[in-house]
């Protein structure tokens, strides 16, 4: 049993009890903060460690998300909440037609009261390879919705707008061939995008992209948090208001089951029909921002409002700039550079914890940066260092020149790399949200254990090191890996040639074993 700390009762008004239920400060928030507290200690604790619960292998791809194991490309379900996984549910075998494409975990907004009971609960929306969308029941698997989107277009990827209230469709992308480019023939459309609200599953626009409008060279189109990324191939990036082209170009408001005149009064979402396009852009709408970048492409972020980009030219390969969004005004120490030779490239994002810090993580070291600068002040921001992790690895470079015993000089042609498997190397960096922790992969080899994997946990505030988990399975770094740490969860997904496997770390008291 848990005792809860009680205060004593005192006056406030309701705007100071608004004011704390916003900042999370309330009753329920602190009941919160007081069990991820209790959690993290616990299991930052001595006598506790992550250990074997599961394994698997499949010839398919494999996914956690939620708690959640999903095997056979979605069709079957293992919870994850208990010391061992335990089946939920196992759906009949779809055809190659039929084959889930790709999926979103749904998860509706607790304070809100929704018009179906379905809609309270985790879903999955899943679109299939013949462009079906559908609404699963997230616990048994039972189709709650479906929606047909075109007999036209073919759609491939579904993604998040603002998480959890407005997702997006995407066909792909119509590249025109070499030959219908020669005689004048090439499609105008490039790609369509159809834009869903969740709660209740309801259209919002179909539109469609095309050269006249946006130009020539596009080769990727995405939609964040309002706003419509069209990528170039001349390595550029301009910036779109989607509530702008909304107000501006659509031409009918269509609901999903009801006749539209787009369709000659024929039914939105069903078969053959699907969504009519109601948003017909006619020009080129206000671009809100436009830069040259290198294929790794632009982030946003910071406080104030920053982006981070690599420069198209040569010269500023493996550089990343943080310049400001307001006037691209480039930060004092703007200009990082991980200066290290490795096979895989460095890595930067903004931070998670929505902090506004930046991880810049190369093979030997992890930087944790933050911008400082006013939001109206004519000074350039700063960007400096908030705290570093670096490996436990001889800092001094092994020579290049080396005697043999009968006095000969050999020069070593090649340098060896930064992120050579014998050197400690950071392969990833994971943010725990709700335990406030990085974890962070290291892995070695030598010649006794080759592909020698653990996983570093650190104070996300400090970079503290706080905890080591030692991983028993091999890392190859030939084959791609996903690391999920998910509070008293580990997940490590490995995808090699022939398979995937998939290896579930629980946390316990007792050693660690394999599974018999």
């Known amino acids: 049993m848990m005792a809860l700390y009680w205060r004593k009762k005192q006056k406030v008004n309701a705007a100071e009890v608004l004011s704390w239920r916003e900042r999370g400060i309330g009753d329920g928030g602190t009941l919160t903060r007081l069990n991820t507290k209790v959690l993290r200690a616990i ?11 599961w394994g698997n292998t499949s010839k398919s791809a494999i996914f956690y998300e939620n708690g959640k194991i999903y095997l056979e490309n979605y069709l079957e379900c293992l919870s994850c909440v208990h010391s061992k996984p335990h089946a939920l549910y196992k759906l009949p075998k779809r055809s190659k037609k039929e084959k889930f494409q790709d999926t979103l975990l749904c998860q509706s907004p607790l304070e809100t009261t929704l018009a179906s009971p379905s809609d ?11 462009n079906w969308l559908y609404r699963l029941a997230d616990s048994t698997g039972q189709e709650l919705e479906r929606v047909f989107l075109s007999s036209k277009h073919k759609f491939g990827y579904i993604n998040w707008d603002v998480s959890q209230e ?3 469709v995407k066909s792909i992308l119509n590249k025109s061939t070499s030959l219908q480019q020669q005689a004048g023939t090439a499609q105008n459309a490039v790609m369509h995008l159809a834009i869903f609200q969740v709660f209740p599953l309801q259209i919002v626009a179909m539109m469609e992209i095309n ?18 990324a069209v990528s170039y191939s001349k390595k550029a990036l301009k910036l779109f208001s989607f509530e702008h082209i909304l107000q501006k170009y659509l031409v009918e408001k269509i609901t999903l089951g009801k006749p539209s005149s787009l369709l000659n009064g024929k039914t939105v979402g069903d078969v053959p029909f699907g969504i009519p396009t109601n948003i017909h852009i006619t020009d080129c709408p206000p671009v809100l921002f436009e830069v040259s970048c290198s294929s790794n492409g632009v982030q946003f972020g910071g406080f104030p409002w920053h982006y981070i980009h690599t420069p198209p030219k040569k010269c500023h390969q493996g550089t990343h700039h943080f310049r400001s969004l307001k006037d691209s005004t480039l930060a004092i120490n703007g200009i990082q550079n991980m200066d290290c030779c490795a096979l895989e490239s460095d890595m930067i994002f ?5 902090s506004g810090r930046i991880i810049h993580m190369g093979p030997s070291t992890i930087n944790v940066l933050k911008i400082l600068g006013e939001r109206n002040s004519e000074l350039p921001s700063k960007v400096i260092e908030d705290f570093s992790i670096v490996t436990q690895r001889n800092e001094i470079p092994s020579s290049q020149i080396t005697v043999t015993s009968s006095g000969r000089t050999v020069k070593r042609r090649f340098q060896q790399l930064d992120d050579d498997c014998f050197y400690e190397t950071f392969r990833t960096v994971i943010y725990e949200d709700e335990l406030d922790l990085l974890a962070v992969v290291v892995t070695t080899s030598s010649q006794e254990r080759e592909g020698h994997v653990r996983i570093q946990l650190h104070d996300n505030q400090s970079g503290q090191l706080l905890k080591t988990v030692e991983l028993l399975e091999p890392w190859d770094e030939t084959f791609r890996h996903d690391l999920i740490f998910d509070k008293d969860t580990i997940a490590h997904i490995v995808h090699r040639n022939s398979d995937v496997g998939c290896y579930l770390y629980k946390l316990k008291t007792d050693a660690r074993s394999f599974p018999k």
């Open 166 to 168: 407005l997702f997006y």
């Open 120 to 130: 309270q609960k985790p879903s999955l929306l899943c679109l299939t390879a013949n």
């Open 350 to 354: 903004f931070h998670p914890d929505e």
């Open 43 to 53: 299991l930052l604790g001595d006598n506790r460690n992550f250990c074997v619960a």
């Open 211 to 228: 050269k006249q409008v946006f130009g020539n060279g596009i080769t990727d189109v995405d939609l964040s948090q309002g706003v419509l």
